[in-house]
């Protein structure tokens, strides 16, 4: 029976949520859009299939899933407008475009680009909380900038993969990573200061992301040092880093596929 393949971009605030990937008896992403998609579509088949997961309280502006049908969509714009009235508020379709049958939305080359938003020195609103990781410790912001400059390029990165295998490939590129005031994001109840660390590649690993940041963090509490970082990096190193970032400061900004 022939098939039809689309591939759709959302975005969503990850904080009520545990993660991407069905789980029993929790409340998870792929759950509230499977069963939007089974309600609109009157239980016509379909499948749905992720770009990647994401951690439990981790959000997106811009994610993307392929969802496999059928019978096409006669009319894609009233599809969105249908799918979107009815998924839940913290849960938004951006686009949606018809793919042939040999893309692979997991395998299909793709660059991803992820932020970490993150304060220090005050206690924040507690509606920060969702999007904003609040370090109440002062932090070395100079050094940070520094330090997140050494992740980029080809690196090895095992160091910076939760609960790593023997035989992971951990020779992965970054092509961007640096600290930056923050100017994307604002709200009356925001700290008059604060930063992102913005990274950009095709391939992370469990963790990756919030390893790096809690790393940063380490690094501006004056924990670690920049030669402790560039160690970490080097070939066949493994150093266990003792910070895991919160997951609810990240988030992944855009993902391109090429």
């Not at 770009?51 to 894609?76: H, K, N, W, Y």
């Not at 509606?127 to 370090?135: D, E, G, L």
């Not at 990573?177 to 994307?184: G, Q």
């Amino acid at each position: 029976m022939k098939k039809y393949f689309y591939v759709i971009n959302i975005q969503y605030l990850g904080y009520r949520f545990h993660g991407w990937q069905k789980q029993p008896d929790v409340k998870t992403l792929h759950l509230m859009v499977d069963r939007t998609l089974n309600f609109i579509l009157e239980g016509k088949y379909f499948k749905s299939l992720s770009s990647g997961r994401t951690d439990a309280m981790v959000s997106a502006e811009c994610a993307a899933f392929e969802l496999f049908l059928r019978e096409p969509i006669a009319d894609q714009e009233a599809f969105l407008e249908l799918f979107n009235y009815n998924l839940p508020q913290d849960i938004r379709a951006l686009s949606i475009r018809e793919v042939n049958a040999e893309f692979n939305i997991i395998n299909h080359s793709k660059v991803k680009e992820y932020l970490y938003l993150f304060t220090y020195g005050e206690k924040c609103h507690p509606f920060c909380a969702p999007i904003m990781t609040t370090i109440l410790d002062d932090l070395d912001i100079d050094l940070m900038i520094e330090g997140a400059k050494l992740f980029e390029g080809e690196h090895y990165f095992k160091s910076y993969c939760f609960k790593p295998t023997d035989n992971g490939i951990y020779n992965r590129e970054i092509t961007t990573c640096e600290i930056v005031e923050n100017t994307l994001y604002t709200a009356n109840y925001f700290p008059e200061k604060s930063y992102i660390l913005r990274v950009k590649g095709k391939g992370f690993m469990r963790n990756q992301i919030r390893l790096m940041m809690g790393t940063l963090i380490d690094l501006g509490k004056h924990k670690l040092t920049i030669n402790d970082i560039k160690y970490s990096l080097e070939p066949e190193n493994f150093v266990k880093m003792e910070y895991i970032a919160p997951a609810s400061g990240l988030i992944l900004k855009n993902i391109d596929f090429e």
